[in-house]
């Protein structure tokens, strides 16, 4: 038998879009429930994505540090790795935030729900846990239900050397051998996890460039520390056939211009990118209107086209960042509440939270040319920076697009450590429109890595004093 309830504004999904949805429209004076099928809050940032990866960023990062400490008098033995202290460490930095979103929830009196929620119609969901079935009416649905991997097709189905994201966070061991397939965000954040837990890394990427969305010039410092780090980097190459040994070892073929090459690896991690959730919905049941690509389609009002449900995040298309859903879901959740708001951000910054981080925003020099955007620029190495020479990163760059004719920055992207920290900076200037000169007569504090950002407008309004550039 199932019960039947119904509330102002349900929420199916929650991630960092979908709890920011719901808490927005319950201090909004709404009353929400948020659905969520695993038994945790959190999504995939939280569980499975981004926080325990970063986490375990960190460990990377520190790992490689104290071996640089050698080059400058500081010695330590190697690394010992204990990975179930590793992994308690992770789970317990991702419970703790649980346990964050639990309270936020509690406080707000939003209810919340565990079960998959499918639609029944334009204003009606069933959501089925492992006891009970729920037929939840709503006045307003937003939907934040995410994506989940990409997999190539051949893959052995269901086994257990094949890694995705989420099984790669498990850190059940450390492959000797890892193929990384896709030379993307996630297969260059958790191949140097692996990488420095002791894992021989090698990385098959399809197109001719690690990172392809991003200007190359940002992705050749870290290109070359990675080229350090892992055994080897396979660019323009593809894998044709993947098949199981009975020890469960992978017996991998990659084609490239140079030829077919056959390679035995302990595992293999695929990050191929994401495909939205939609299929989990049976959205048909509704008018709500799926694009020819999976993705929902929804104005700058977050709404779809049946317009009492909205939605949000991955499912919504890409960018697919935590950062851009959360704007969304608040927007969604201000206009559902019958409040004024609209989802335009001049910029949303990518970063990529590898040793050394790679982050941009705004147009890029890729995007420009293709489009003929006209641009200038200013590029500050942070060879010249005092801060970035302290910490081993005179390989990083600061780089800044300017509108040629109002001088307003267009994008940036920045290379080195904190980058990712640095590129609000960025966003911050374009969203306020901000010239040259606002930010080169920007006070920053010296010595950080901050300055640098002041430095590249530096550079294009021709003020820079820590660089000798002859004038033409
Ligand atoms: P991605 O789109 O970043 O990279 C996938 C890569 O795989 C691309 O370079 C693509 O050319 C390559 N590829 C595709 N098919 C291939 C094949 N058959 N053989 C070899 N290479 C192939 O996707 P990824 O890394 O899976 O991440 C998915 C999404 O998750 C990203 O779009 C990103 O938005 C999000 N994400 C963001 C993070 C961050 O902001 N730091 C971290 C992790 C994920």
Request: charged residues 20%.
């Amino acid at each position: 038998m199932s019960q039947k309830k119904h509330v102002e504004i349900v929420v199916i999904g929650s991630g960092p879009g979908g709890y920011a949805a719901a808490f927005r429209a319950a201090d909004l004076g709404k009353k929400v429930l948020l659905v969520e099928r695993d038994n945790d809050l959190g999504g995939v940032c939280l569980n499975r994505g981004c926080i325990p990866s970063k986490a375990l960023l960190h460990i990377s990062k520190i790992i490689h540090e104290a071996k640089y400490l050698s080059t400058i008098g500081v010695t330590y033995p190697d690394p010992k790795i204990d990975l179930e202290s590793i992994r308690a460490y992770k789970n317990k930095v991702v419970s703790q935030l649980n346990n964050g979103i639990k309270q936020l929830a509690k406080a707000r009196k939003v209810e919340s729900l565990q079960g998959l929620a499918t639609f029944k119609s334009n204003d009606e969901i069933l959501v089925v846990s492992e006891n009970n079935e729920t037929i939840i009416s709503f006045d307003k649905c937003i939907i934040a239900a995410g994506s989940s991997s990409s997999l190539i097709p051949g893959l052995p189905k269901n086994h257990p050397s094949v890694l995705t994201s989420k099984t790669a966070l498990d850190l059940i061991d450390i492959p000797k051998k890892l193929l990384v397939i896709g030379g993307g965000v996630i297969g260059l954040e958790l191949g140097q996890v692996y990488a420095s837990l002791g894992s021989s890394v090698s990385v098959v990427e399809f197109l001719p460039n690690l990172i392809p969305g991003a200007d190359q010039d940002i992705v050749k410092p870290l290109h070359r520390r990675l080229k350090k780090q892992f055994s080897s980097i396979m660019l323009s190459s593809k894998v044709v056939s993947v098949k199981s040994n009975s020890d469960n070892t992978l017996v991998v073929e990659i084609q490239s211009d140079k030829g077919l090459k056959t390679e035995t690896y302990d595992k293999v991690l695929v990050s191929v990118g994401r495909k939205p959730n939609t299929n989990l919905l049976n959205i048909s049941s509704t008018d709500v209107f799926v694009n020819k690509n999976g993705y929902i389609d929804v104005d700058e009002y977050q709404r779809t086209s049946q317009k009492n449900i909205f939605a949000i995040g991955d499912i919504v298309g890409n960018p697919m960042l935590a950062h851009k859903a959360t704007h969304e879901g608040k927007v969604a959740a201000e206009v559902a509440s019958g409040h004024p708001a609209v989802m335009d951000p001049k910029a949303i910054p990518s970063v990529v939270y590898t040793d050394p981080e790679v982050a941009w925003t705004g147009l890029t020099e890729l995007e420009a040319k293709e489009n003929n955007i006209p641009y200038e620029k200013g590029e500050f190495p942070w060879a010249a920076s005092g801060k970035a020479i302290i910490l081993n990163a005179s390989q990083g760059k600061t780089k800044i697009l300017f509108d040629p004719e109002t001088k307003q920055v267009l994008g940036a992207g920045i290379v080195g450590p904190s980058a990712g920290d640095l590129i609000s900076e960025a966003a911050l200037a374009i969203e306020m429109g901000s010239d040259a000169e606002d930010i080169s007569l920007t006070v920053h504090p010296h010595p950080t890595l901050g300055e640098t950002f002041a430095a590249a407008a530096e550079v294009y309004t021709g003020t820079i004093t820590d660089l000798y550039i002859p004038s033409k």
